[in-house]
């Protein structure tokens, strides 16, 4: 089967203080780890960009396909997903990079069911969400992507990653705790 992840890494990390894509994962910028984990579970990759490009740009792994939000500072996330879902067809895995790069077990649950289909864990919703991306594309158009998201499937996961994220240093220190 044919699909590709979208790791969404465009925003200016304001809160971080620092790009949340070159922060340090597994001896690699988190970015790259989002990558390898996609590649690894056969789907192709395309990572949307924006504040920092030119540095995020050259520690992505080859075979990566970039594209560029030059309207980072001024759009939503849901923009930049339109951006990454332009050029795909069938199914498409979408992460924000700010996430902990799902395990190969977790993607390859969510890729053998049909999309759409959101990752749970006791009842909160998490990353990443599986979608058909041409019907997700139109969707975006009127809704946001939690509201398109509200009514489909929940695969419950016992991998607490999945409901993690990093938008402030304090956050990203705590995870070193875990």
């Given at each position: 089967m044919h699909w590709t992840g979208i790791?969404?890494?465009?925003?200016?990390?304001?809160?971080?203080?620092?790009?949340?894509?070159?922060?340090?994962?597994?001896?690699?910028?988190?970015?790259?780890?989002?990558?390898?984990a996609i590649a690894a579970a056969g789907g192709a990759v395309i990572v949307v960009l924006g504040a920092e490009a030119e540095r995020?740009?050259?520690?992505?792994?080859?075979?990566?396909?970039?594209?560029?939000n030059p309207a980072w500072s001024s759009t939503q996330m849901a923009d930049s997903l339109r951006i990454g879902l332009e050029a795909v067809e069938g199914a498409a895995l979408i992460t924000p990079v700010d996430v902990p790069p799902a395990p190969f077990p977790i993607i390859a649950e969510l890729i053998a069911s049909p999309a759409p289909a959101v990752l749970s864990h006791r009842g909160v919703d998490g990353h990443p969400v599986w979608v058909d991306a041409s019907r997700t594309r139109e969707a975006l158009l009127s809704s946001p992507l939690n509201h398109i998201l509200s009514d489909v499937p929940r695969l419950d996961t016992e991998w607490t990653g999945c409901i993690r994220s990093w938008n402030t240093p304090s956050e990203w220190d705590a995870q070193s705790s875990d």
């Open positions: 790791i969404l890494a465009a925003g200016g990390s304001t809160r971080m203080g620092r790009p949340k894509a070159l922060l340090e994962w597994s001896g690699q910028p988190l970015v790259r780890a989002h990558c390898t995020i740009h050259p520690v992505l792994p080859g075979g990566v396909d970039v594209r560029l």
